[in-house]
């Protein structure tokens, strides 16, 4: 300690000797707590540290080494790198959580603005969007601006800050061809005191799109190839989808040609339990329906997220199709047989 005013009565005083030698006598005895030279000498001391004062004259003061024991020093140490361990992590954390919530927004925006600029343009410029973009323009569909008989109008904004009403239809029977022929005239009206249409969004829901293109590809098996082709295994485990959701049927393993307008009596059953059509028991002439058959056991599982057979131990189990039938008949379905995912 440097520019001190030493402490009252020390212990041991002189005027001769080294700063080396009173540093190894204080050192080497245990009750010493510190030492100190000035012009007048050298002293040390073993008791208490007696009115310690800091000087800023420099006649009056002196240099004063303190003994302290390695633990203490140690201790000071630890303290210290806790104290710097403690200020960075309190640094640190909140920028990185920061700068994640600005590359999150960053891509949430790029992602937005990528779906927007892949839309399809067809005829008459009109923009072909996903449903997820004009739900991301929406913001969920949370503004609604207006009602009406065939759905709602809600307020979006494309990027480019481009204000948006998009209009949900609901309860359309409408076909394909004539929902797109209709967009495509209203597209080309342009007038100043109408409200000029961008686009449209023709896409349906997933489920809904694997079960027409399922009923599709069976379809072309019936009745577009030079002899019908009976699939005899259709099951969820046989049909694969792409990238894309689109649905391709699987294993032929079981399939069966049969010349158009005849059937055929097969001695061997062919299918998978809770998919089999009662056909194959009954020793029935076997005709393409056992494939509808499937398929519409394939339907029940696609509508209610639950497998047609639950089983409950060994020898037990529920058929659900039995399930839906008795909800049928006391108008339950929609309530309790609609699911939002299918679990497999």
């Known amino acids: 300690m440097t520019n001190v005013r030493l402490p009252d009565s020390p212990n041991t005083s002189a005027t001769a000797g080294s700063r080396e030698g009173?540093?190894?006598?204080?050192?080497?005895?245990?009750?010493?707590?510190a030492y100190s030279h000035n012009d007048s000498g050298y002293f040390v001391w073993h008791g208490g540290l007696l009115n310690l004062q800091e000087q800023?004259?420099?006649?009056?003061?002196?240099?004063?080494?303190?003994?302290?024991?390695?633990?203490?020093?140690?201790?000071?140490?630890?303290?210290k790198k806790?104290?710097?361990?403690?200020?960075?992590?309190?640094?640190?954390?909140?920028?990185?959580?920061?700068?994640?919530?600005?590359?999150?927004?960053?891509?949430?925006?790029?992602?937005?603005?990528?779906?927007?600029?892949?839309?399809?343009?067809?005829?008459?410029?009109?923009?072909?969007?996903?449903?997820?973009e004009l739900r991301m323009a929406t913001k969920n569909f949370s503004e609604k601006l207006g009602?009406?008989?065939?759905?709602?109008?809600?307020?979006?904004?494309?990027p480019?800050?481009?204000?948006?009403a998009v209009k949900k239809l609901e309860g359309l029977l409408q076909g394909e061809?004539?929902?797109?022929?209709?967009v495509s005239t209203l597209g080309a009206i342009q007038h100043v005191n109408?409200?000029?249409?961008?686009?449209?969004?023709?896409?349906?829901?997933?489920?809904?799109?694997?079960?027409?293109g399922i009923a599709r590809r069976l379809a072309y098996l019936h009745e577009q190839c030079r002899d019908n082709i009976i699939h005899c295994d259709i099951k969820p485990e046989n049909i694969l989808l792409d990238a894309a959701l689109v649905p391709k049927v699987a294993d032929f393993g079981l399939a069966k040609l049969v010349r158009r307008n005849f059937s055929e009596v097969l001695t061997t059953i062919r299918g998978s339990r809770g998919y089999m059509a009662p056909k194959w028991i009954s020793s029935m002439a076997i005709t393409t329906k056992v494939d509808v058959y499937s398929c519409g056991m394939?339907?029940?599982?696609?509508?209610?997220?639950?497998?047609?057979?639950?089983?409950k131990g060994e020898s037990s189990f529920k058929f659900f199709p039995l399930v839906a039938t008795n909800k049928l008949l006391i108008g339950d379905v929609k309530i309790k047989l609609a699911r939002p995912k299918a679990r497999g």
């Open 194 to 212: 109408l409200m000029r249409l961008i686009g449209f969004c023709s896409q349906g829901t997933k489920k809904y799109q694997i079960a027409i």
């Open 22 to 33: 009173y540093e190894l006598a204080c050192l080497s005895n245990c009750s010493c707590n």
């Open 147 to 158: 009602g009406g008989g065939f759905g709602s109008v809600f307020k979006g904004l494309l």
């Open 177 to 182: 061809k004539q929902f797109r022929a209709e």
């Open 82 to 132: 806790r104290m710097v361990a403690h200020i960075s992590v309190g640094v640190i954390v909140p920028a990185v959580v920061v700068c994640l919530f600005i590359i999150g927004g960053l891509g949430w925006k790029r992602e937005r603005r990528r779906a927007i600029q892949n839309s399809k343009v067809v005829q008459n410029s009109l923009v072909s969007f996903m449903y997820d």
């Open 56 to 79: 800023y004259n420099q006649s009056d003061t002196g240099t004063l080494y303190l003994c302290l024991a390695a633990s203490e020093l140690q201790s000071s140490e630890s303290h």
């Open 160 to 164: 480019g800050s481009i204000d948006i």
């Open 298 to 311: 394939m339907l029940f599982e696609i509508i209610s997220g639950k497998r047609n057979l639950i089983y």
